[in-house]
T-cell receptor, first 115, second 113 residues
Framework: KAGVTQTPRYLIKTRGQQVTLSCSPI?????VSWYQQTPGQGLQFLFE???????NKGNFPGRFSGRQFSNSRSEMNVSTLELGDSALYLC??????????????FGPGTRLTVL | AQSVTQLDSQVPVFEEAPVELRCNYS??????LFWYVQYPNQGLQLLLK??????LVKGINGFEAEFNKSQTSFHLRKPSVHISDTAEYFC???????????FGAGTRLTVKP
């Protein structure tokens, strides 16, 4: 079974631009979560989608948004990029996002650099 | 809200020596606890998790962790490490009533020959 895939793996943008990152979960997984990883703040939860609906949200500004499609693929969008948005963005999928029974599987991440 | 503190940012150790990576958490409600490993240029991989029951949890690659409720700790141990265990290790907590997972800052384990 293929793992979680994220595209692109690397991305360079300039301040003020917007960016869209894509995540394809493991086949059959319906929950997709997004995380931001930076040296200063560590790993922070962005949001979780389940059945095309945002189910949980972390403490990030509205510039960060996401969506999930009917095939469970998810996209994350960041508008009006700031230098501080430079980070590794990780996507994780699980069957239904239940901590008790499900395991989250992480993708390799998309490394975003904002110049 | 819950939070996690990993007490050591870096742990150097020689090959075949034992290692303990320390993790403390705080939460006003019952929690689930996790350890993840991240190898260079890769995503996170689940090592083990504590949900309930036995406080000693065994995971992959010979790692184990012990949940100590009175000390609010969930330390990760391995009796004999290998060079291939060199990686970043993250402790994480998630409360029963939401799916917001909080991660510690990470501990970089370096295994030297």
């Amino acid at each position: 079974k293929a793992g979680v895939t994220q595209t692109p793996r690397y991305l360079i943008k300039t301040r003020g631009q917007q960016v869209t990152l894509s995540c394809s979960p493991i086949s059959g997984h319906r929950s997709v979560s997004w995380y931001q990883q930076t040296p200063g703040q560590g790993l922070q939860f962005l949001f979780e989608y389940f059945s095309e609906t945002q189910r949980n949200k972390g403490n990030f500004p509205g510039r960060f948004s996401g969506r999930q499609f009917s095939n469970s693929r998810s996209e994350m969008n960041v508008s009006t990029l700031e230098l501080g948005d430079s980070a590794l963005y990780l996507c994780a999928s699980s069957l239904e996002g239940r901590r008790l029974t499900d395991t989250q599987y992480f993708g390799p991440g998309t490394r975003l650099t904002v110049l | 809200a819950q939070s996690v503190t990993q007490l050591d940012s870096q742990v150097p150790v020689f090959e075949e020596a034992p290692v303990e990576l320390r993790c403390n958490y705080s939460s006003s409600v019952s929690v689930y606890l996790f350890w993840y490993v991240q190898y260079p240029n890769q995503g996170l991989q689940l090592l083990l998790k504590y949900l309930s029951g036995s406080t000693l949890v065994k995971g992959i690659n010979g790692f184990e962790a012990e949940f100590n409720k009175s000390q609010t700790s969930f330390h990760l141990r391995k009796p004999s490490v290998h060079i291939s265990d060199t990686a970043e290790y993250f402790c994480a907590v998630s409360s029963y009533n939401n799916n917001d997972m909080r991660f510690g800052a990470g501990t970089r384990l370096t295994v030297k020959p």
